[in-house]
């Protein structure tokens, strides 16, 4: 740190003011990397009737939707890396017949047919 004693500032730490600019050095490798893409990823619960629950991972964080009505559907921008794993979990209520899919920018990447009570689609994002 550098600076200019006075009022406050003793030359510790503890007591100094103005501004802070900081500066990094990037990361230096041999091929540039392309920006991350974001794109829209589509989750649905697919079939007719009501859920006991829809449980929904984004690799990230996981949410759980209690009592919805079919179809569902929930989306999120975001950027899909090579290894995340994306899911989506139906369980029907009663005589509820359910399915899923996944898609991400546009295309479905997982799915399940409307045949059961229960679906569950996982993507697992494969390497490029």
Known sequence: ?????????TGS?????GTLHVSAAEKST????APAQQSTMVWKGTGHGTTYN????????????????????HSEVLSAKPGDLYQIVVSGKGDAAVGCEISYNGQV?????VNN?????IWNVPPN
């Open 30 to 33: 041999n091929a540039p990397q």
């Open 13 to 17: 730490m503890s007591g100094w003011s």
């Open 117 to 121: 009570s229960s679906a569950q689609c």
């Open 54 to 73: 829809i449980v929904i991972d984004d690799s990230k964080n996981t949410q759980t939707m209690w009592s919805q009505d079919l179809p569902f559907s």
């Open 109 to 113: 990447v997982a799915s399940q047919p």
């Open 1 to 9: 740190m550098a600076g200019t004693l006075g009022g406050c500032n």
